[in-house]
Structures are given as structure tokens and as C-alpha cells.
């Protein structure tokens, strides 16, 4: 089974400074990881993927996501934050099994950034 | 249009009438989801479609959903005899598929449905 867990249902950061938002996962397998974005009245946008290679990997807007493989965990992040970061993030996980295309996620975080 | 494409943009229904919610995915993409956007519940998965393969079901709530995806394109989600609980966001996605080996194409969701149930 594959799962994945945001622990934090609001973040609030102060604009211009470095922003994380968490994410673990569970998977029997090796995981593809996912963060999509949901700016208010649009639909998700796809960020950035973790799927081999680096464990630092950047994407769009800025961001850029650590994975780390003993901690299970895939943490969103961005140096600097802007008042138009201001979101709901959603991370996903998908469990590397051939023929599983289920793609689980997580409950979302709502980020506020504060001018 | 360039992005996948959800009809109605809003529905609203008394209890105990069956809904049809259509999603018309990117042309050339072979999988199509459904997934279902409650407040404070994340997104809930529902169904799988990928090419001429029998649909993954194991998110379907009951068996009043259902789904069908005709021609390998647009898609159709039933809702027979709604609930209350039903009331949500539900959300459509496609992505490329490489045939055979699974995926890491990313999903592109469309603005989905909102459903109120009365």
C-alpha cells in the first residue's frame, strides 16, 4: 500500500524568507514522488517530480524538493518567499510497482505567505 | 482547447437524483483519473482509466458511482441516487502513458465540478 502524510495543515511565512513544507511517505517499493499546487479558483498544477538521480530537485516557480530516502520524506522548499507562493500544496506519491498508475495524495498544506 | 476540460463547472442537485459530471481529456493522452476534492480531506482517488485496459475502481466509493470512459477519450462520471455526502469537488486528470512500463508523466487536472447535493 502506499501512502503519504502532510503534517501540517497551515504554514505561515513571512515574505522574503525560506519556506518548507513537509512531506513523508509510505511505499512497499521505490516511490515517485509529486508536489502539485492549487491556487485559489484553478485547477492543481504540477511542480516538480522526484523519480531517480539527485535528491535535490528543482521546479517550477522557484521551488525545489529534498528527498530523503532514510527519513521517507520529500520536503518542499523555496529560499525566498513571495506573497504569490500563497497556496494550497499537495504532495503525491506513486509506488513503483509495474502497473500500478494510482498516484496517492496527501491532504494538502495551505501556505500563506505574509507581506 | 489545450487543457483538459470539465462539464458542468457547477452542479447543483436534490438528494436522491443522479448527476452525469463529462471530462474531455488532452487529446493523445491514454490515462484519465477522477479524483474526489472534500474540504479538510485531500484529494480521494476514484477511478483509472489507461487505454483499452479494464479501469482500475478500487476508489469508487459505492457502487451509485460509476464511470466510463467511450473511445479512449471523453469520460463520464454517474452518480446515481445522491447523497449529501457526495457534495464535493471532483476533479479530472490525464497524463501520457508510456505503454507498457508505467508512467512518471505528470497529471494535468482540470478545474473540476463542483457538486452541492440538497
Known amino acids: 500500500a502506499q501512502s503519504v502524510a502532510q503534517p501540517e495543515d497551515q504554514v505561515n511565512v513571512a515574505e522574503g524568507n525560506p519556506l518548507t513544507v513537509k512531506c513523508t511517505y509510505s511505499v512497499s517499493g521505490n516511490p515517485y514522488l509529486f508536489w502539485y499546487v492549487q491556487y485559489p479558483n484553478r485547477g492543481l498544477q504540477f511542480l516538480l517530480k522526484y523519480i531517480t538521480g539527485d535528491n535535490l530537485v528543482k521546479g517550477s516557480y522557484g521551488f525545489e524538493a529534498e528527498f530523503n530516502k532514510s527519513q521517507t520524506s520529500f520536503h518542499l522548499k523555496k529560499p525566498s518567499a513571495l506573497v504569490s507562493d500563497s497556496a494550497l500544496y499537495f504532495c503525491?506519491?506513486?509506488?513503483?510497482?509495474?502497473?500500478?498508475?494510482?498516484?496517492?495524495f496527501g491532504t494538502g498544506t495551505r501556505l500563506t505567505i505574509i507581506p | 482547447g489545450a487543457g483538459v476540460s470539465q462539464s458542468p463547472s457547477n452542479k447543483v442537485t436534490e438528494k436522491g437524483k443522479d448527476v452525469e459530471l463529462r471530462c474531455d481529456p488532452i487529446s493523445g493522452h491514454t490515462a484519465l483519473y477522477w479524483y474526489r476534492q472534500s474540504l479538510g480531506q485531500g484529494l480521494e482517488f476514484l477511478i483509472y482509466f489507461q487505454g483499452n485496459s479494464a479501469p482500475d475502481k478500487s476508489g469508487l466509493p459505492s457502487d451509485r458511482f460509476s464511470a466510463e470512459r467511450t473511445g479512449g477519450s471523453v469520460s463520464t462520471l454517474t452518480i446515481q441516487r445522491t447523497q449529501q455526502e457526495d457534495s464535493a469537488v471532483y476533479l479530472c486528470a490525464s497524463s501520457l502513458v508510456a505503454l507498457g512500463t508505467g508512467t512518471n508523466s505528470p497529471l494535468h487536472f482540470g478545474n473540476g465540478t463542483r457538486l452541492t447535493v440538497t
Open positions: 503525491a506519491v506513486r509506488d513503483y510497482v509495474f502497473g500500478n498508475e494510482k498516484l496517492t
